[in-house]
Nanobody, 120 residues
Framework: QVQVAESGGGSAQAGGSLRLSCVGS????????MIWYRQAPGKEREFVSSIDEIGKTRYADSVKGRFTISQDNDKKTVYLQMDSLNPEDTGMHYC??????????????WGQGTQVTVSS
């Protein structure tokens, strides 16, 4: 069974930086994609960025050039470095893992979320 847990949220001024972490467990021997989403108050959850087991990355247009996703395979941890933050980045940030590959590689898991608040 796969699981993920986020950390690293907090408050920042506009123009500042924060780094989020997502630690995964389970899914040994599986391919995976680790995905960051965020949800602002009163809005739908939206895709932010993702990375897979070979390091292929994707970004939402709204964060390209400002956010960088990376991973430490030994620590089974994915990082989201968020620079040049603006108030529109405020929201609960969630990590999701999706595994695939062998017959035992099933399912997805969401973390509890970590709050990011950016003030102007």
């Amino acid at each position: 069974q796969v699981q993920v847990a986020e950390s690293g949220g907090g408050s920042a001024q506009a123009g500042g930086s924060l780094r989020l972490s997502c630690v995964g467990s389970g899914g040994t021997g599986c391919g995976y994609e680790m995905i960051w989403y965020r949800q602002a108050p009163g809005k739908e959850r939206e895709f932010v960025s993702s990375i897979d087991e070979i390091g292929k990355t994707r970004y939402a247009d709204s964060v390209k050039g400002r956010f960088t996703i990376s991973q430490d395979n030994d620590k089974k941890t994915v990082y989201l470095q968020m620079d040049s933050l603006n108030p529109e980045d405020t929201g609960m940030h969630y990590c999701k893992i999706r595994v695939y590959g062998g017959w035992w590689c099933k399912g997805t898991a969401w973390g509890q979320g970590t709050q990011v608040t950016v003030s102007s």
